[in-house]
């Protein structure tokens, strides 16, 4: 009997390249500019992403995309939560 394992690792990477063909698959969680900014606006001020130098990173990395892996399936991540986990979920089974 042979037992698959799933394991899911949220956050960024800057050097993503140097590992990521080691996984099975990548989700991007994408939203739009509107999303972003209101999630940043509700950061309390000690998390990564609400102080001034950190939110226009944040913003100029949603602009350039750069730091986005090209092969990665994108998720509408502006959908209520237990729809984007649910989509993921769904995602990751079609994969096996």
């Given at each position: 009997m042979h037992i698959k394992f799933i394991t899911f690792f949220c956050g960024g990477s800057r050097n993503f390249s140097k590992f990521i063909d080691l996984f099975d698959g990548v989700f991007v969680l994408e939203v739009d500019l509107d999303t972003l900014n209101q999630r940043l606006d509700e950061r309390p001020e000690d998390e990564w992403g609400a102080k001034k130098i950190e939110r226009e990173?944040?913003?100029?990395?949603h602009q350039t995309k750069e730091d986005i892996p090209k092969n990665g399936t994108i998720i509408d991540a502006t959908a209520?939560?237990?729809?984007?986990?649910?989509?993921?979920?769904?995602?990751?089974?079609?994969?096996?």
């Open positions: 990173l944040v913003l100029q990395l209520p939560i237990d729809h984007v986990v649910d989509e993921i979920i769904r995602l990751s089974e079609e994969k096996k």
